[in-house]
Nanobody, 124 residues
């Protein structure tokens, strides 16, 4: 079992940056692909970014491509999401998730473990 705890959310202005972190428990962190998802009020949870077990492959949603960067440190059991040039439409609760799928996936249903989420609010 993997427990995930996100941190780093907050209230920022448009154009600012934030760095989200997710700390994972357990010794098997490197066997999981990791993803970030977000959910805005009244909307479905949507894919943001994911990273393969080794960190060599990453995917991004078109809406964040070029602004967000995902990374992981398997020695520290952490995954991070650097968010630059934030926009009001990035406002959401951001969730870290772990997937045991062999293929890197952007589908929320393919992720086995989820954190509790951290709020990101971007004012205009």
């Amino acid at each position: 079992q993997v427990q995930l705890v996100e941190s780093g959310g907050g209230l920022v202005q448009a154009g600012d940056s934030l760095r989200l972190s997710c700390a994972a428990s357990g010794r098997t962190f490197s066997t999981y692909a990791m993803g970030w998802f977000r959910q805005a009020p009244g909307k479905e949870r949507e894919f943001v970014s994911c990273i393969s077990r080794s960190g060599s492959v990453t995917y991004y949603a078109d809406s964040v491509l070029g602004r967000f960067t995902i990374s992981r440190d398997n020695a520290k059991n952490t995954v991070s999401l650097q968010m630059n040039s934030l926009k009001p439409e990035d406002t959401a609760v951001y969730y870290c998730a772990a997937s045991g799928q062999l293929v890197l996936t952007t589908t929320p249903g393919d992720y086995d473990y989820w954190g509790q989420g951290t709020q990101v609010t971007v004012s205009s």
